[in-house]
């Protein structure tokens, strides 16, 4: 099954296959276990959902790798809007947004770096004013310079910003140091994307380096946000935290939406924080193809929707 990992990860990036999966109505119900629905409604019921079962939320509206201003434009409209919504049902102590900086003009040529900051601004200024956090995911390691530096020139005016760190990268031992500050909020996870070992650890020493990485935020000064939902990273995390003295409010554990959801649950019954990450759109496509590659056995429910009438 690991042999799927690489084609799946280089399907995910392939825009005529995105074109055929995304049209395709027969698709929905399996892309639905992993993403709360098409519309904003639909992300405002799940979060509703989720924080009646005392979680915490991250909202991501779907989309990635955005060829055109306007689209980079709509996306950030979308993100404003649901901040509005968030604040207006109540939800923005438990609901956050999370934003992938590739979808609202990061790789547009020319200024597509200032393009995606002023866009991320507006977003943290919406967040700011409905009382919550935005954290900027982390996609392929080309890009993370480039995010990098727009998450510090963000904390300056915004210093709630979350980052994500991919423990798969070798720079992010180093670069869990840097962030490891008061106030930074770092969601660690594995890293979803397909790198090349130059850059990248493979198998087993992706966990030692989560290991390492949770080790140094753990006992730094920031808010650690663990990201996984391998047991052994999760209890790596929780004995790690007990050692340095955490309580429960100075660090959380999240999970994806659709993933080990009564472990979810039992971690957020056992007194942590526990948020999940929320999709909602209908740009599934990149997503869904990485939740694939993770676990190629999802593959043939994936399959089997599309060959049933
Ligand atoms: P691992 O993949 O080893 O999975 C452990 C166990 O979890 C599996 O044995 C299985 O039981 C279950 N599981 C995991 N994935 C599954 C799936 N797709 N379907 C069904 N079961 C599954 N990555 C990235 O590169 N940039 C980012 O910004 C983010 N953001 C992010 C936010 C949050 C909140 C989470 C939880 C994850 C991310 N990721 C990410 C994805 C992350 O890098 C990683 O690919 C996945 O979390 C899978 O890694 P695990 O640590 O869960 O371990």
């Known amino acids: ?87 207006k049902a109540g939800s923005a102590e438990r609901a956050e947004v999370s934003v992938k900086l590739s979808a609202i003009g990061q790789s547009l040529p020319g200024n597509g770096e200032k393009i995606a900051l002023d866009g991320a601004r507006r977003i943290c200024e919406a967040a700011a004013a409905a009382g919550t956090t935005v954290t900027v995911d982390m996609e392929d390691h080309t890009t993370t310079d480039s995010t990098l530096g727009i998450v510090r020139e963000l904390r300056a005016d915004f210093p709630w910003v979350g980052a994500v760190l991919q423990a798969y990268l070798k720079r992010t031992e180093a670069d869990c140091r840097e962030f490891a500050t008061a106030g930074s909020r770092i969601r660690l996870c594995k890293g979803a994307y397909a790198e090349p070992e130059s850059v990248a650890f493979q198998g087993e020493a992706v966990e030692d380096s989560y290991r390492r990485c949770l080790g140094v935020l753990l006992a730094g000064e920031g808010y650690p946000m663990v990201a996984s939902h391998d047991p052994a990273m999760i209890a790596a995390a929780r004995s790690l935290a007990v050692r340095n003295s955490r309580t429960s409010d100075s660090f959380e554990f999240q999970m994806l939406f659709g993933i080990r959801p009564d472990e979810q649950r039992a971690i957020a019954a056992a007194g942590h924080r526990m948020r999940v990450y929320v999709p909602y759109g209908d740009e599934w496509y990149g997503y869904f193809m990485r939740r694939l590659a993770e676990r190629p056995a999802n593959l043939t429910f994936f399959l089997r929707s599309l060959t049933s009438k």
């Not at 990036?13 to 892309?31: D, F, N, Y």
Request: hydrophobic share 45%; glycine share 6%; proline share 5%.
């Open 1 to 87: 099954m690991a042999l799927l990992r690489e084609p799946l990860l280089a399907a995910a990036r392939s825009p005529k296959l995105r074109t055929v999966a995304e049209k395709s109505r027969l698709t929905r119900p399996v892309v639905d276990r992993f993403v709360a629905g098409a519309t904003e409604p639909d992300a405002l019921r799940v979060t509703d959902e989720l924080i009646g079962n005392g979680l915490y939320v991250t909202l991501d509206f779907l989309g990635e790798a955005t060829t055109s201003l306007e689209q980079a434009g709509s996306t950030v409209r979308a993100y404003e809007s649901v901040l509005v919504e968030l604040a």
